[in-house]
């Protein structure tokens, strides 16, 4: 079956490391994205990508980046991690335009920055 | 900008109708959707509406869409404890194919 895989699913670091959070989809999904869940926030967008090559900046994209070499995967980094970036971070994908838009979500990444 | 807005807290009986609402802000959105996460899992697609309906019904649930007040909600007949979870409402925002704006959620605590 087809599915989207995170790893690691739990990571504890500390401030100013670099942490990279991949994001595996063998849907074959061209739209991928990232969000962030916190208490209170729900989930919001960190990055997203249309299809190869394409990255966009979310609503909370400051000290995050993404690149997307190929179809599967949209690895997130953080490049200094901060103690605000301690979240539990969720990886999803869809297909095209011109269906649902239905989100196909990870099982999620906790991480802890300290 | 966009908004999505919803209460933090529901507490129902069991057998009970569970009713969670929504406002949203984008009034070209063409889907607006309820997403279900159950602890530690990630967020699941519950049941969606495309922009020109009023109403959809699915077995339990029944999803009404108010155009007029940008107003969503999602009535759960006969709730049960496995209904317990956060539930999410979330709108497509036009212009951004499958970009989703999502509310806090919604927790939904089911009691005997």
């Known amino acids: 079956d087809a599915e989207i895989t995170q790893s690691p699913r739990h990571k504890i670091t500390e401030t100013g490391r670099q942490v990279t959070l991949a994001c595996h989809q063998t849907?074959?999904?061209?739209?991928m994205f990232w969000y962030r869940q916190d208490l209170g926030h729900g989930l919001r967008l960190i990055h997203y990508?249309?299809?190869?090559?394409?990255?966009n900046k979310g609503e909370v994209s400051d000290g995050y980046s993404v690149s997307r070499s190929n179809t599967e995967d949209l690895p997130l980094t953080l490049e200094s991690a901060a103690s605000s970036q301690t979240s539990v971070y969720f990886c999803a994908s869809s297909e095209g335009q011109g269906n649902t838009g239905e989100l196909f979500f990870g099982e999620g990444s906790r991480l802890t920055v300290l | 900008g966009e908004d999505v807005e919803q209460s933090l807290f529901l507490s129902v009986r069991e057998g009970d109708s569970s009713v969670i609402n929504c406002t949203y802000t984008d009034s070209s959105s063409t889907y607006l959707y309820w997403y279900k996460q159950e602890p530690g899992a990630g967020l699941q697609l519950l049941t969606y509406i495309f922009s020109n309906m009023d109403m959809k019904q699915d077995q339990r649930l029944t999803v009404l869409l108010n155009k007029k007040d940008k107003h969503l909600s999602l009535r759960i007949a006969d709730t049960q404890t496995g209904d317990s979870a956060i539930y999410f409402c979330a709108e497509s925002l036009s212009g951004g194919y499958n970009k989703l704006i999502f509310g806090a959620g919604t927790r939904l605590a089911v009691h005997p």
């Open positions: 990508s249309y299809g190869v090559q394409d990255t």
């Open positions: 849907w074959n999904h061209n739209n």
